[in-house]
């Protein structure tokens, strides 16, 4: 397991964010919300050529807002590909001195190693069959383009003649 | 407002989301009166709670049915599941022990 503390800014913008569950505890005030952030990011082709899927990925988010203390802590966690690994991030915003607001923000990077072991023939063999797939789907592609091509210049061939 | 995970759900999420922002809004008012004592905080939660579930139970309930659909269709269904059974968080965490920069 890794763990790293930084800030950073993703290129893509959360494109939609659905809510899954919200409740309010009545005793101490505090609102549960669990949701799905989803954004369109730019897989590598090769990516996509061996895992299928969509570019889109998903991550499962739980906040809490507690207006007494005035704490609000948000954890996230991907959902796409976290076969292979996940990335859990924390971050709470806190009451801070001279009317400020900390905020701490760490995460946890874990690789599934044990996983990958146990299913590594398994996997190998889907991976190897994805691959057979998309890689027949881009030589369909490829030769759609040409058919198109050739098509064209048959047609002006034959206005020239 | 971002859009929903389904196209379909998008103008039940921003009916919702109207909603919960002015119950949010007001929510939030009290808690900065800090000569609030203890009784009546909770007697207040307690009425909020309340509301928010009669203002807009029915539009989450709606909203809710929809993406329902949504999650299976998109296949995440069996991650999202994974990831509950791991970190149910039905509590907020303890308070993260702050740490320098630096540490690893």
Known sequence: MHFFSQAFNYEHPWSHVTFLDRTVDPKTGVIRTERILGCKQKTPGW???????SEDAFVREISF??????NATITSVNLSLSQFATCFERIQYSPAPGNRTSFTQTAEVQARMQLWRSAADGLERWLVQRFEQNAHLGKLGFTDVLRTLEER???RQTTAA | MADSLSPQ??????????CFNVWFEEYLE????????EAQRTAHY?????EFQAKCGKVYAEYQNCIQNAVKQKGIEPLLQQ?????????PLPPAVPSSKDSK
């Open chain 2, 83 to 91: 990831a509950r059974e791991e970190h149910p968080l039905r509590e």
């Open chain 1, 47 to 53: 990516i996509l050529a061996l895992f299928g899927g």
């Open chain 1, 65 to 70: 807002v507690d207006p007494a203390t005035q």
């Open chain 1, 153 to 155: 210049l048959e047609q």
């Open chain 2, 9 to 18: 759900c998008t103008p039940l999420k921003h009916e919702y989301d109207s």
């Open chain 2, 46 to 50: 307690q009425r909020k709670a309340e």
């Open chain 2, 30 to 37: 009290p808690a900065l009166a800090t000569n609030a004592t």
